[in-house]
């Protein structure tokens, strides 16, 4: 099946932009700009440049990269709010130095891959989303590792460290379960086999084509 052109409603348009007008200025005040090297704020900017071009393959790229971590997300987050700390990538949530309002922000990462999918319904699902993910996914993790903060327990503020987890789930210490360069290699070689192939063939089978 195929998808016709000029299929995304402009409320939506409209309602994304509107959040984003809030979201991106907030951030960048709070957090400063390397947050947005984190890969689900990579793919809130693909999703806005892809709703408003009516891009198969930006909406493509951001869905193949995003909808497994972000259910991972969501269900680390729900078992912080019910008591069970799991992995800590969501300790964030929790923290009083942020407030409400900005922690309120970051629920994006629950809402936006059921928007995501329901863009690639509407547009259609590019194959090349997922090597494209795969190749920024690679350059956004040596980035954060190389040259972003590692985890640390005395940093100051609530500036980013450990940047798309490319020391362990925690920003306050590295992981202990492997020497960081395996880390690493989880990370280069994981994340592709584990996260981001796993969705494309779903992604493939069960979402229409886009036109061409």
Partial sequence: ME???????????????????VLLPVYLRSYGPSNFLYFCDVALLLTLAGVWM???????????????????????FLANLAGWRVT?????????QRSLFLRGLSLFHGWLPVLLLYLVWRT???????????VLATALVLVCYFFMPPPSLSRAGIGPVN???VY??????AQKWMPAWAWLMVALFGYPALLYFPAHL???????????
């Fill in 54 to 76: 009516e891009s198969s393959l930006l909406l493509s790229i951001a869905t193949a990269g995003i909808l497994i971590p972000q259910i991972f997300w969501l269900a680390d």
């Fill in 163 to 165: 940047i798309n987890y």
């Fill in 124 to 134: 259609g699902y590019d194959s090349r989303g997922f090597v494209i993910w795969t």
């Fill in 88 to 96: 800590g990538m969501t300790d964030y949530m929790f923290d009083t």
């Fill in 202 to 212: 779903l992604l493939k089978h069960f979402m229409p084509a886009p036109t061409a």
């Fill in 168 to 173: 362990g789930f925690s920003d306050d210490v």
């Fill in 3 to 21: 998808v016709a052109a000029g299929s995304i409603p402009l409320g939506i348009k409209l309602a994304y932009t509107a959040f984003m007008a």
